[in-house]
């Protein structure tokens, strides 16, 4: 049986991949300021199937939904959805689960992944590096909030692009060490 790591071992190895390479790297210019406030939540889903991980996702939009203290909760989901493949189709079940909620409009998700590709890219393509995670997590967003962050932010719509170049110039086996030393820390 493969070892499995606690909770805090997982916690500590996502919040050091947001400080270094989100934060560190302005790939998301509106996380340092929640993470310095406290308000980010880190929590693990020991879900085995996509059953229970679409219970723990309604269960963390729920706390959301009536605690204003956390703003943005990352679910990092080690034990299911470890293939890319399957992380991405899981997506749509958890779009629908949002709406069922009622939700839509009120949250998003934001979706993270060890082994992330944007289509049209090739696996180990610097860009992807922006949606490349330690783990598979979800991260769930205050719709209201990231409006507001990003009517305050000066040309927003350029993060993306900056990001790619960023990130390209870096490299990808630059790129592949900081997220390994993530494990390190």
């Not at 340092?32 to 723990?56: G, H, I, N």
């Not at 998700?109 to 082994?115: C, G, K, L, R, Y």
Request: hydrophobic share 35%.
């Amino acid at each position: 049986m493969p070892h499995v790591l606690d909770n805090d071992t997982l916690i500590n190895t996502v919040r050091q991949w947001v400080e270094q390479l989100v934060i560190g790297y302005n790939l998301c210019p509106f996380a340092k300021r929640e993470l310095v406030r406290d308000r980010v939540r880190f929590v693990v889903s020991r879900a085995q199937d996509e059953e229970q991980l679409l219970v723990d996702l309604e269960n963390e939009l729920t706390l959301l939904g009536t605690d204003e203290g956390i703003e943005t909760t990352l679910l990092i989901t080690p034990q299911v959805l470890q293939d890319f493949f399957d992380f991405n189709q899981f997506l749509g079940r958890a779009d629908r689960r949002v709406a069922q909620l009622k939700l839509k409009g009120v949250f998003q998700i934001a979706s993270f992944h060890p082994d992330y590709q944007f289509g049209g890219t090739e696996p180990d393509d610097a860009e992807n590096y922006t949606n490349k995670s330690p783990y598979p997590v979800l991260h769930l967003l205050r719709e209201a909030s990231l409006d507001r962050a990003i009517e305050n932010y000066p040309d927003a719509e350029s993060i993306p692009e900056r990001n790619i170049e960023q990130l390209e110039l870096m490299g990808s086996d630059q790129l592949r060490r900081l997220l390994e030393d993530c494990f390190n820390r």
